[in-house]
């Protein structure tokens, strides 16, 4: 091998080789060619393989997607299902729930009626005879509980009840067992238990037997408090559809009244009676003065939308809730206001029926 220095501007060098190494030139060259198909060849099974592999995970995936909607069992999910088979199926589910919701709001209410007879039984409240009659009317569907809201100074009024649209003897026993309807005078204790007013009411229950003693200490601030215990008593006791409170100084057609409820069946919670907002008074010693005023907005607000104290019904899963929650829903000093409080944030159905309202003409359901 010799080197040659070329003159010019190059500057460079001209390499000579022998003859030999031309041949060993064109075998590199074809070497090289050879390796660069081999590596292209090599490359493009490298890209191909995982794209394959990948594709074979998709599919696998969505044959495990497949499997979840269709079924657990793998000899089923290449079936497909009707339009129909998938509507039946969500009517079963819907049919379940149904059930289910029910089956447990039935639960809540034998635990309200246990606990109201535990409660009773602890405290030595004076409804023995009401829990006696219970135990053996307890699978009798009513349609309401009517529960007249009297006080012990009250006797006239109840007299003029008792005269008019309330029946006594045999004929408030039809009324029950053909109707469908309770009515009692309801009541509680005085401060002295025992003492001479509650000996008197007893006295009338003996002749009438037509009152519901609660487990409550009478007074004019205490008619929340009176009303949560009505409707956890009367619910523990009877079966019915409807829950209604009526004033002693109310005259009710018992009859209309309940025609009306009857249409009402089919919703199931329900808030019946005349709806009104009267103003939140601030001013004290005013009568209807509300003492938390300010939770109502700026002074001079009005109330949310409630039914009169005078006549109201509630349905059977509202009194339920009643039962269930009466020691946590809160008292405001106006019993028509609280009751209307503990429903105003639940999905209830308010019906306004001007019928219930005051001045209702004679033959209605006031009068």
Request: charge should be positive; charged fraction near 25%.
């Amino acid at each position: 091998m010799s080197f040659k220095s070329r003159g010019g501007g190059g500057g460079g060098f001209v390499v000579e080789l022998p003859s030999r190494s031309f041949v060993s030139k064109k075998w590199t060259l074809l070497l090289c060619i050879g390796c660069f198909c081999a590596g292209m060849l090599f490359t493009s099974r490298l890209w191909t393989e995982p794209e394959t592999r990948d594709l074979t995970r998709t599919t696998r995936t969505e044959d495990g997607l497949k499997l979840v909607l269709d079924g657990c069992d793998p000899s089923i999910k290449n079936v497909k299902r009707e339009p129909k088979d998938v509507l039946g199926e969500v009517s079963k589910t819907h049919n379940a729930i149904q059930t289910l919701d029910k089956t447990i709001s039935n639960l809540e209410m034998e635990l309200a009626a246990a606990r109201a007879t535990q409660e009773s039984i602890l405290n030595g409240a004076p409804i023995s005879d009401n829990l006696k009659v219970a135990e053996s009317s307890k699978k009798r569907k009513y349609l309401m509980v009517v529960g007249i809201n009297t006080a012990f100074s009250s006797r006239k009024r109840r007299d003029s009840v008792r005269a008019t649209w309330l029946p006594q003897g045999e004929k408030r026993k039809k009324l029950e067992e053909e109707k469908g309807i309770i009515a009692r005078f309801v009541i509680g204790h005085s401060a002295t238990s025992g003492g001479i007013l509650d000996r008197a009411i007893e006295a009338e229950d003996r002749k009438h037997g037509d009152f519901l003693r609660l487990d409550h200490v009478e007074g004019y601030l205490e008619l929340s408090a009176k009303t949560k215990i009505y409707f956890a008593t009367a619910v523990a006791l009877w079966d019915a559809d409807f829950y209604v409170k009526v004033d002693d100084d109310v005259h009710v057609n018992i009859a209309t009244l309940g025609t009306t409820l009857a249409r009402h069946r089919s919703k199931p919670r329900v808030y019946i009676g005349c709806m009104k907002s009267g103003p939140v008074l601030a001013q004290k010693g005013v009568r209807y003065h509300e003492p938390e005023y300010w939770k109502f907005g700026e002074e001079g607000n009005k109330y949310f939308r409630h039914a009169t104290g005078q006549l109201y019904a509630i349905s059977k899963d509202l009194a339920t809730y009643v039962s269930i929650n009466q020691h946590v829903l809160h008292k405001y000093a106006n019993e028509d206001v609280s009751l209307g409080a503990w429903f105003i944030g639940l999905d209830v159905v308010h019906i306004d029926d001007r019928r219930l309202c005051c001045g209702t003409p004679p033959g209605k359901f006031l009068s």
